[in-house]
């Protein structure tokens, strides 16, 4: 290296420095001072990491004052550079020697830091393009957003997550029966909403006991990091702004916390996109008493464009209830209950006429004239007569119509057990022991010694839970010994000691129950267990699910408290205890529901250990020979207990000895809620929210996406080249962990003790410790963010070895990226993405991208060093900047191209659901002006937006050819 003072040179390895100034040369050392940052540093004049600076003609470079000048020549004297053009703003000739250029000159262009020797590894620069790629085929592709959440592949979720998740401003009640996964349908449909930029701002309001459990929900399985406001977050949020309810995006509270008017008039006020409202069958509703819950969300119902109403029960409230929440989503068009009814009775037959389309039988003259009022068709007569005579395609055409025409098909979504598959049956095993006589004294003295009459209530608890009562007599001397004689801890352990390999679920009532089961089996027969209760931090119940969830060295037995029958699913197991039981129905479905999903691929066996003749095998007997809760579904449980609550407390506190009567009064009113939701069940609504083929169609092509190991050859590349630490441990799982030889400070999403990742779908159900990788994690983008806003990777010197090819033959390898800039409600990247574009250009100034594919020329390539690369950079520079301005030309052939594309793509696809919903319009009045006025405002920003679409070089390559 040759140096003179007031020399500009730049800093390899900090080019952040800017331009530096040579102001010392003493013996083998030089001193650089960089101006822009105040830095001194010094080097050793041999091993210097330092490029010199020297423009070419036609660059555009700036002088210390801040004026410009394009270089039309220079000439070097005594070492030092000066540059000739014309003055920027008097127009004079004029010239600036090379001390006296502009210290903040950063090198960002490719062509820039390729000319200024700043040249990249190669292994960089085709992370870099791989990246670009990656992000394009992220944004094309349209179910990114289903196949990144930790959910199973279910037909009838995905369908609905689709169908919701791509409208503007979705407005719709989530009505399935328990089990059939509604928040994982409302989290597909944030998620999806989100991630097209659709909304931004989300209000989740949901009971309170269920707010840790949506916040576990919402992170755990789709990533979405949202906040939980109660009214000590609020208080506190007010030191950041007025408004609590606008310091975060995403938000959980309670129904009650809203009721507070003054937290209501704040929420109001908000600006939110989309509101998700969980057990929507607790707003009562009346036209002339509202309750006060109902008004909260039908307040904020008016402000908000999108509306989710979840419910697993429409008709708890009464029929009437479910008219008022479909009034919710649109007072418009639900605005008179009466109308409502006759409405829905004229639907009866339409769905009569669909059940016998589904059975390919003759259709009776009422189904044919509802049929003929709802699609008044010429040709209805002759495809009835096609589907008569079996033509399914004429059909499946002829239902997709009806569905699109339903009442409320459109904003109401209902599966039932008896119209989804998947569900494996349900087995009661009764286990009676004997009460034990520490229980029976218990009993016996809290009954004489009871100084005042001991409420029914408290009866049933008292006798439900002999343990709890035991314990209150024992007092904290005892420390929990009635696990020491209670006959059904002997036969739990002799259970699990006799099937070592099942996996267990046990769930208990209370935390504290949950907590010396575990001690009984540990210190009694050294079983391994891991509990989980409402106590632990969701880090904790994390890892003791993931614990029970391993197959080799895991826990055989995982103890829940009653938390345990919210939220989490373990369908890996088959084996449920039930240590004690809830007294309501519902909570009973919930246990059942952890290992009785779709997914699970066995009898499903419920063991129940409880003691004979006591309030135990009372309601034992209630559950299972009254309502069938056991071994069936009960969906109208919550009626029956609302009905016969009262007389079963009496029964279970010894109050009242007619149990047979009341099991034959509950059988026979189950019988009769059976029969009356059967013959309610509409099967039309039913195949429009299940999906049928359109479903299946979905499932079969996210299984191909998961299978795709071209993304997870990628994605292991892209941490190799960010220097993440990356350790293979089994199980389909990586374990990744930063570097201090890390390209960058931090990895967005990368804890600094590591993270476990897997791709692997049916590994990350099954554990939750797991992160799950896929295009649409947040680690991916974040991983990509890095490079491709970095300069990482945008420049390259590499050798071809070729017989074929005189040494000394250059090509320039350019990749360029279009792209037009729009806001994320537009989606203009389903119709132009950023777009790598490449091109590789010969001496000539020919493109030969479009016949050498990139992966096959790259294999040829070798690296070379940043120092050898440099020079032949300096070398060819002559040739290399007509061959930029040629590839520039070309290129924004192709820009025109890729924008005229676009807009026929946004136009027949926009345009086409345009079209369709404007003729639903006339025959369904579920499609909302809105929601066609946001369509074509969609296409007019979209078009607006395509025709200011730009190009910009992304890198560049240099490519030399040497001999073999």
Known sequence: MSFALGQRWISDTESDLGLGTVVALEGRMVTLLFPATGDNRLFSINEAPLTRVIFNKGDEITAAEGWKMVVTDLEENDGLVTYFGTHSEDGQEAFIREPMLDHQIRFNKPQDRLFAGQIDRMEQFVTRFLCQQQRHAMQKNPLRAL????????PHQLYIANEVGRRHAPRVLLADEVGLGKTIEAGHILHQQLLSGR????????????????????????????????????????????????????????????????RFDQALEAPWDLMVVDEAHHLEWSEDTPSRAYQVVEGLAEQVPGVLLLTATPDQLGHQSHFARLRLLDPDRFYDYDAFLKEEQAYQSVAQAAEGLLEQRALNNEELDALNALLASDTLASQLEAIQAGDTATRDKLLRDLLDRHGTGRMLFRNTRAGVSGFTERRLNRHPVALPKQYATAIKVNNMFGTTAVPAAQKVINNLYPEKLYQQFEGESGNGSWWQFDPRIDWLMAFLKAHRSKKVLVIASQAATALQLEEALRTREGIAASVFHEGMSILERDKAAAYFAQMEGG?????????????????FAQDL????????????EQRIGRLDRIGQTETVQIHVPYIEDSAQQQLLEWFDRGMD?????CPGGHLIHSEFGDEVIEVLAGNNTDLEGLIARTAERAAEHKAAMEAGRDRLLE????????????????????????????MLKLWDVIGVHQDDRGENAVVLRPTEQMLFPSYPGLPEDGVSVTFDRETALSRDDFQFITPAHPMVAAGIDLVTSSDTGCTGVSLLKNKAL????????????????????????????????RLLMDKSGKDLGQNIDFDAFNRQLTPLNRHTGSKLVSASQGVLHPLIAAAEKQVAEQLASLASD????????????????????????????????????????????????QIQLDAIRLIVVTPE
């Open 687 to 714: 195949i429009n929210s299940n999906g049928g083929k359109a479903a299946d169609a979905l499932v079969a092509a996210l299984a191909e996406a998961d299978d795709d190991t071209d993304f997870i050859s990628f």
């Open 629 to 633: 809760a056991f071994e069936h579904n």
């Open 199 to 262: 909304a931004e701002r989300v209000l989740i309001i949901v009971p309170e006991t269920l707010q840790h459990q949506w916040l576990v929900e919402m992170l755990r399985r789709f990533n979405l990091r949202f906040a939980l406001f109660d009214e000590e977050r609020c208080v506190e949020a007010l030191a950041d702004c007025d408004n609590p309810f606008e310091s975060e995006q995403l938000v959980i509270c309670s129904l009650d916390l809203l009721r507070k008017k003054r």
């Open 806 to 837: 005189p040494a000394g033959t250059l090509f320039l390898e350019l990749i360029y990226i279009a792209e037009a800039v729009a806001p994320a409600e537009v989606q203009l990247g389903r119709f132009l993405p950023p777009t790598p574009i």
């Open 555 to 571: 826990a055989q037995v995982l103890i829940c408290s009653e938390i345990g029958s919210e939220g989490r699913n373990f369908q």
């Open 577 to 588: 205890v039930m240590f004690d039981l809830p007294q309501n129905p519902d909570l009973l």
């Open 147 to 154: 196949q990144g959440p930790r959910a199973g592949l279910i």
């Open 902 to 949: 676009a807009e026929r793509a946004m136009e027949r696809e926009l345009g086409a659901e345009l079209e369709r919903l404007t003729a639903l319009k006339q025959v369904n009045p579920n499609i909302r002006d809105t929601e066609l006025d946001a369509l074509r405002e969609q296409m007019n920003l979209a078009r607006s937006h395509l025709a200011r679409a």
